[in-house]
């Protein structure tokens, strides 16, 4: 607790000129974060390039807090993939294995999807709207390529614990704001 009001005390006697240059230095950090989800998007063709694993529906494959590397190219998908998808109306994308796949026309791009977790009983039929029995390539956001082990647990946290949420940006905000100038 010291340190932070160490940290508040030393944001009280700043002149406006650094102040503001803190301020500058704290929205080029945030733009950079921008920049780089930006170009992740551009490059993996997909809406979502990263997400997160909430659930233990695809272990021993992909386990809670795995981060996944998307991309969404123009190619079809085979049995066996592993997917992101996302319910109409619901917010959490969900990641599981192409289970079944059927051709709707002479469009090799044109399928429809069935998927299922490698740690659930049975397809995931339930989970998809009201009626449809299928995922179109509409509902998918993307293909995994890659994988970082445990490294998104910290959003799980983050998640789980909405106060930590604001604790956490409040302390970057607070060292960024109040970090010693190197030409000083």
Do not use: C
Request: hydrophobic residues 45%; charged residues 20%; glycine residues 6%.
């Amino acid at each position: 607790m010291d340190v932070i009001l160490g940290y508040v005390d030393e944001f009280r006697h700043m002149k406006i000129r650094k102040i503001i240059l803190q301020i500058v230095s704290l929205a080029i950090v945030v733009g950079s974060a921008l920049s780089i989800w930006k170009s992740l998007q551009v490059v993996s063709f997909s809406e979502s390039p990263v997400v997160v694993v909430l659930s233990g529906s695809m272990e021993p494959a992909y386990y809670r807090g795995d981060i996944l590397f998307l991309t969404f190219l123009n190619k079809p998908f085979e049995v066996g993939d592993v997917i992101v998808y996302k319910i109409k109306d619901q917010d959490i994308p969900i990641v599981h294995r192409v289970l079944q796949i059927q051709q709707k026309s002479d469009d090799p791009l044109d399928q429809l999807i069935l998927t299922k977790g490698d740690n659930n009983q049975v397809d995931d039929r339930a989970l998809y709207p009201r009626k449809q029995m299928w995922l179109e390539r509409s509902d998918i956001m993307g293909k995994i390529e890659g994988v970082l082990p445990y490294v998104g647990y910290i959003t799980i946290l983050l998640n789980d614990y909405p106060s930590l949420k604001f604790v956490m940006i409040g302390l970057m905000s607070l060292f960024v704001l109040t970090a010693k100038d190197p030409q000083s």
